[in-house]
């Protein structure tokens, strides 16, 4: 099992920018890369970036250049770099694990954009 725990959202306005964490733990060696992904309200969960072993990233088209994702292997931890943030941008992000033979999801953590 691989647990996941999220942390660094909250509010912030348009413009501003914000870090959010995800620490992983157990049996983490079963992970080949990790995710972000974005549910808005009423809307369906979204893929925001990924991130491999290897350091490989992707992003989804509409936070390229404003998102950037990290990993901090010493820490196991993988971090979302958020800056420009619109309103649109508000939703629950969650932290994904993808492993062998399963994904993991953390909670989610509440970003909320607005003046």
């Known amino acids: 099992q691989v647990q996941l725990v999220e942390s660094g959202g909250g509010l912030v306005q348009p413009g501003g920018s914000l870090r959010l964490s995800c620490a992983a733990s157990?049996?983490?060696?079963?992970?080949?890369?990790m995710g972000w992904y974005r549910q808005p309200p009423g809307k369906k969960r979204e893929l925001v970036a990924t991130?491999?072993?290897?350091?490989?990233?992707n992003y989804a088209d509409s936070v390229k250049g404003r998102i950037t994702s990290s990993r901090d292997n010493a820490r196991n931890t993988v971090y979302l770099q958020m800056s420009g943030l619109k309103p649109e941008d508000k939703a629950v992000y969650y932290c994904?694990?993808?492993?062998?033979?399963?994904?993991?999801w953390g909670k989610g953590i509440l970003v909320t954009v607005s003046s």
């Open positions: 994904s694990a993808h492993g062998n033979p399963r994904d993991y």
């Open positions: 157990g049996t983490i060696w079963l992970i080949y890369a």
């Open positions: 991130i491999t072993n290897g350091g490989r990233d």
